[in-house]
């Protein structure tokens, strides 16, 4: 069983900046990316951003040239920095795993909040 334990979260200023942690515990057999999920009060969960086992990365458009993901593997920890970030971030953001080799398996963090407001 895979375990991931958020932490990083906080309230910060615009244009200020956070880093989020997501460690990761248990064995994993097949890995197949880990990314950063977000979900703001009404709104549907969407996709921040991805890493992918081999090392590609992707973002969001909202995202793109302010956030950067990276990953670990040394210390099995991925990371979110965000920088410059709006109010429209504000949200509640989520470490995610998939693996599998012929089927797939997904594990999540319990989620660290965001606020960005003056």
């Known amino acids: 069983q895979v375990q991931l334990v958020e932490s990083g979260g906080g309230l910060v200023q615009p244009g200020g900046s956070l880093r989020l942690s997501c460690a990761s515990s248990?064995?994993?057999?097949?890995?197949?990316?880990m990314g950063w999920y977000r979900q703001a009060p009404g709104k549907q969960r969407e996709l921040v951003a991805v890493?992918?086992?081999?090392?590609?990365?992707n973002y969001a458009d909202s995202v793109k040239g302010r956030f950067t993901i990276s990953r670990d593997n040394a210390k099995n920890t991925m990371y979110l920095q965000m920088n410059s970030l709006k109010p429209e971030d504000t949200a509640v953001y989520y470490c995610?795993?998939?693996?599998?080799?012929?089927?797939?398996?997904?594990?999540w963090g319990q989620g660290t909040q965001v606020t960005v407001s003056s």
């Open positions: 248990g064995r994993i057999f097949s890995l197949i990316e």
């Open positions: 890493i992918t086992a081999g090392g590609d990365t």
């Open positions: 995610n795993l998939q693996e599998g080799s012929g089927w797939l398996l997904s594990y």
